[in-house]
């Protein structure tokens, strides 16, 4: 592969377009020792690239699609992510119906014999009735172990002489993130229990409140779906109800809805990621950042 020219022209031409204000896939490359090439790994979104690193560690160059702070629900794509996907060695998409707008461009564009990975493969049956839909699996840390694992290997199958090094990588990572999970079920139990409710604009956050005994309640319940009047007069309910201190909103989604609700109510609006941007640069960063907040903020 001599696919570094390439991209160090397409790494200047994003600082460009980044001054322009839009720009396409981001590089956060490291070429490993010696003289090979790194893996080029395409994620659809931050969050997976950012798992990618860590499994990959300096054997790896990561790149996602979508940028940090951008809305992955509806994101378009721009030429310069072709040409990057056009490098790639291996791409993760999330599934579960997440990312399928970025599909197309990532089935044309990623050269015959690259790996593919589905992130969520085989959770999306094991969810619970009312959170079955919610496609951000990651935001419980023992699902996001799963999407390691699943890293892990298509990383083994793209270049099966590291395996060992994946491996290895895979098995830390995962330590830190049931360290995490931890340390997230020790923030949460900071709140009564009588508030321990999440309520967000879009349902990003049931695989969180499955893992922590918690309850949700988004305005608009789906990724597409819209916010009803029913939905916000059940909203302020809730708040009356428990009593509720704050309502959570991610800054990318600009909910007056939400924000309505918690005016009438006198009540705070706090902030959440849902995925990796602002304050939450990597997985571990914004799981954690979330969880202080619920804390701080409910409590
Ligand atoms: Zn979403």
């Known amino acids: 592969m001599s696919h570094n020219k390439n991209l160090l022209i397409l790494g200047l031409s994003a600082t460009v377009l980044l001054l322009s204000g839009c720009y396409g896939a981001q590089a956060d490359s490291v070429a490993r020792d010696g003289d090979t090439d790194p893996i080029v790994v395409v994620a659809t979104i931050p969050l997976l690239a950012d798992l990618a690193k860590n499994v990959g560690g300096s054997l790896v160059e ?6 940090p702070g951008a809305d992955a ?34 089935e044309s564009a990623r050269p015959k014999g690259a790996i593919h990975v589905v992130a969520s493969e085989g959770l999306d049956g094991q969810s619970r009735s009312e959170i079955e839909g919610d496609p951000h699996f990651w935001q419980d840390p023992l699902l996001a172990i799963r999407y390691v694992e699943r890293i892990r290997d298509g990383l083994a199958q793209a270049d099966p002489g590291n395996a060992a090094h994946y ?35 879009h349902q990003a956050f049931s695989h969180l409140a499955q893992r922590y005994g918690w309850q949700t309640m988004a305005l608009a319940p789906g990724d597409a779906g819209s916010v009803t009047p029913q939905a916000i007069i059940q909203a302020s309910q ?25 005016r009438d109510a006198g009540i705070m609006v706090s902030p959440i990621y849902a995925g990796l941007g602002g ?21």
């Open 238 to 262: 809730i708040v009356k109800d428990a009593g509720l201190p704050s309502v959570f909103v991610e800054a990318r989604f600009r909910s007056t809805a939400l924000e309505q609700v918690a």
């Open 62 to 67: 990561t790149h996602s699609v979508v940028p």
């Open 167 to 201: 491996k290895k990588r895979a098995q830390d990572y995962t330590a830190r993130l049931r360290e995490l999970d931890r340390e997230i079920a020790g923030l949460l139990d900071q709140v009564p229990p009588g508030r321990r409710i999440l309520i967000t604009h």
């Open 73 to 106: 629900h509806s994101y378009q794509t721009t030429p310069g992510d072709s040409v990057v996907i056009s490098q790639a060695d291996l791409t993760i998409s999330n599934g579960a119906g997440f990312d399928d707008s970025l599909i197309p461009v990532l």
């Open 279 to 299: 304050e939450a640069n990597t997985y571990v960063e914004m799981m954690r950042f979330n969880a202080r907040s619920l804390a701080d903020n409910l409590r």
